[in-house]
């Protein structure tokens, strides 16, 4: 009896569950939701104040059985673009409205499904073709919540949409899709807060005539974007009021006056649209194999990715925490003439990447930051016909990047600077402030740079090849960076370093054997007193500053080129009393014929007479030959003869290898002496 009893109330327990979809619609129901759809989808047609409606007529609900048919407004618009010659007119867009069938969901969710094929026109004026944007088939479907006045799910797909402008196909795309999605905020499930996912995609996009060489085509396109902890309905309405008031002043004459305070309400709004935007974000466009001609040439690449977005965005404390990155990755690229051009051209890359990030650093005010730039198997090659025939030049290069990187980065302070500077130009224009309003603009500009306390550059490249008609040139690899350390201390530290392999020279120069085939440079600064720098440095900006305040006053007191002066001679005495001290950890440059090793260092001393004291080591291999070369060119005795005494004052010695060489001992002793090898440089200058 039992087991009779729940396969009954099991076999009934759909009926139940359908008992909400056989429920009539009613006209309440209908007013509900034309008022919902209204707000949620247009509201700019209930915005009074904002110019007139873009809407032509509003949205209608009526029951329809156990549903509602709705019918959407249509778009309609009428913008002033006045002809250059001052001839005023007016272009009209117009797209139908929208229809669908409307299902009541659970609570105040109702979901709409529709299949009206897109159709606007765009009418120019001026006697031109009206241009028709339409699709062959499109499928909408939306969901709203009442309650909560929100889109909260959206997908609009279009099959066989085309552009056409007097009769001919300007653009067609085989598949367009849009689709949204607006869901709680996982962190804040009891706040009005959403996360927002749009995406885009389009399908064979082609532009112009492809068949005929002129003309684009786009195998792909996608767009995904996300904005997280959203008042999602706030950021609906500024959005909404923003387009309005945008194109309410696009209706205008452009030679009537703008309407009071315009510039200031257009900069309100885009604050408040700014204000709602999230505390994070991610977007991502991918453009895939991409084909274009014309003007006898063409152009393409296989695919583009532009990735990038912010996190930990927090307006109370602008800029503090901020982090975020970026990248442009790009693969495939060319360009090429086609075969009519007089002096054709190609031009390859295998791959370009550009990315940038921002990280703060925990419980501190300050991020690191890095920027880098690759570029993968590029060549390029020039075709030039001259009267001796055709000729080619070409560059081929395997691998180059340029990286900086920043510690200390005080990104609050970078936008207070950014936003000051905005400030005073749009108050002053081209005119300069007074010292006054500067003063309060520097100090922010002093503690920002006064976070920084790394930076780092560098530049490589591998495999770098140059051919021209009379003269080749091969490099292996160069390399140079440059580090600044510990720049908000007083223990600062400066490094450089170069290094280059491989080089080769075809033909050969007639001096080619000097020529440097291999580089290595490494040079340290060490212990300078930065952050006391600084503070002297700007002490001098605000003194100068307050001394042409005086002086404008009274024109007998010191002006501000004077203090500054005075200023700069204290940060100068500061560096004299320091520990600064320069080392040559390497340097040796390698030619064919000769090398060059230089060693040493200095180091501050107050007590020297030029302030430092320095010792070196410097050993030349093949200079007699050199000197022995020089003689046989033309007007290179002269040089030869310069170089000569250069050459006596040297020790002769051998290299690793047997080579001739010839050694230096320098020495800036305290007294102020210059020695080379032990003689003194003032002796052998003309009394």
């Known amino acids: 009896m039992v087991r009779r009893l729940v396969s009954i ?11 909400a979809a056989f429920a009539q619609a009613t006209p309440e129901g209908a007013a509900a939701l034309q008022k919902g759809l209204t707000t949620i989808l247009t509201p700019t047609l209930a915005t009074p104040g904002l110019g007139g409606p873009i809407f032509e007529g509003g949205w209608t609900v009526e029951p329809a059985g156990a549903q509602y048919r709705v019918t959407g407004p249509a778009l309609s618009l009428a913008l002033r673009d006045d002809d250059y010659d001052g001839r005023k007119r007016v272009v009209r867009i117009r797209c139908d409205g929208d229809r669908y069938i409307a299902t009541a969901g659970e609570g105040a969710v109702t979901r709409l499904s529709g299949e009206t094929p897109v159709r606007c026109e765009i009418r120019p004026g001026g006697g031109e073709p009206p241009v028709l944007f339409t699709s062959r088939s499109r499928r909408a479907e939306l969901t709203v919540d009442l309650a909560a006045s929100l889109l909260t799910a959206s997908i609009d797909e279009s099959e066989g949409v085309t552009v056409t402008e007097d009769g001919e196909t300007r653009l067609a795309v085989h598949r367009l899709s849009l689709t949204s999605a607006t869901t709680p905020h996982p962190e804040r499930p009891g706040a009005a807060r959403q996360d927002i996912a749009l995406q885009l995609e389009a399908e064979g996009l082609s532009a112009g005539d492809p068949a005929a060489g002129e003309g684009l085509t786009l195998g792909r396109l996608r767009y995904g974007g996300r904005l997280e902890d959203v008042d999602a309905a706030a950021l609906r309405d500024r959005v909404w009021r923003l387009i309005a008031f945008t194109l309410d002043a696009a209706r205008r004459d452009p030679q009537a006056p703008q309407p009071p305070n315009a510039g200031r309400k257009l900069d309100a709004l885009l604050r408040q649209v700014q204000g709602l935007i999230g505390s994070a974000s991610q977007a991502e466009l991918v453009l895939t194999d991409l084909r274009g001609a014309g003007d006898d040439s063409t152009t393409g690449f296989e695919s583009l990715t532009v990735a990038g977005g912010y996190r930990g965005l927090d307006r109370a404390v602008p800029g503090r925490g901020l982090g975020g990155g970026v990248t442009l990755d790009l693969r495939g690229f060319t360009v090429s003439d086609g075969p009519g051009k007089t002096d054709p051209g190609t031009l390859s890359i295998d791959r370009v990447r550009l990315s940038g990030t921002l990280d703060p650093v925990a419980g501190k005010p300050v991020a690191g930051s890095t920027l880098g730039l690759d570029v993968d198997g590029l060549s390029f090659a020039l075709t030039e016909t001259t009267g001796d025939g055709p000729s080619e030049f070409r560059f081929d290069l395997a691998k180059a990047r340029y990286g900086v990187s920043a510690e200390g980065l005080d990104v609050a302070g970078l936008i207070a600077v950014i936003g000051g500077f905005q400030s005073m130009v749009a108050e002053h224009g081209d005119d300069e402030p007074p010292p006054a309003e500067l003063s309060p603009w520097f100090a922010r500009v002093r503690t920002t740079i006064a976070a920084l306390s790394q930076y780092k550059a560098e530049i490589a490249v591998s495999d770098l090849r140059m051919r021209a008609p009379y003269m080749n040139v091969a490099i292996g690899d160069i390399a140079y960076s440059e580090t600044y350390a510990g720049l908000d201390g007083d223990r600062a530290g400066y490094g450089l370093h170069l290094g280059m392999d491989e080089l080769t020279l075809d033909p ?61 001679q204290r940060l100068a005495d500061r560096l004299l009393a320091s520990d600064a001290r320069l080392s040559v950890d390497s340097f040796r440059i390698t030619a064919p014929k000769g090398a060059i090793d230089l060693g040493g260092g200095g180091t501050v001393n107050p007590r020297a007479v030029f302030g430092v004291t320095a010792q070196a080591t410097l050993r030349i291999a093949g200079l007699d030959d050199f000197v022995k070369f020089l003689r046989t060119q033309p007007d290179g005795a002269d040089a030869a003869a310069g170089i000569t005494v250069f050459q006596l004052l040297g020790r002769q010695a051998k290299t690793a290898d047997g080579k001739p060489a010839r050694d230096y001992d320098f020495v800036v002793d305290p007294g102020g002496r210059m020695l080379v090898n032990g003689t003194d440089l003032a002796a052998l200058m003309p009394k």
């Open 508 to 568: 050969g120069l007639p001096f080619g054997d000097w020529v440097p085939r291999q580089a290595r440079i490494d040079i340290a600064l060490k212990d300078v007193p930065s952050r006391s720098v600084q503070a002297l440095f700007w002490d001098g900006v605000e003194a100068a500053m307050q001394a042409e305040i005086r002086h404008d006053g009274d024109s007998s007191l010191p002006d501000g080129d004077q203090a500054f002066a005075q200023a700069m």
């Open 9 to 19: 109330l099991l076999g009934a327990a759909p009926l139940w569950l359908a008992g």
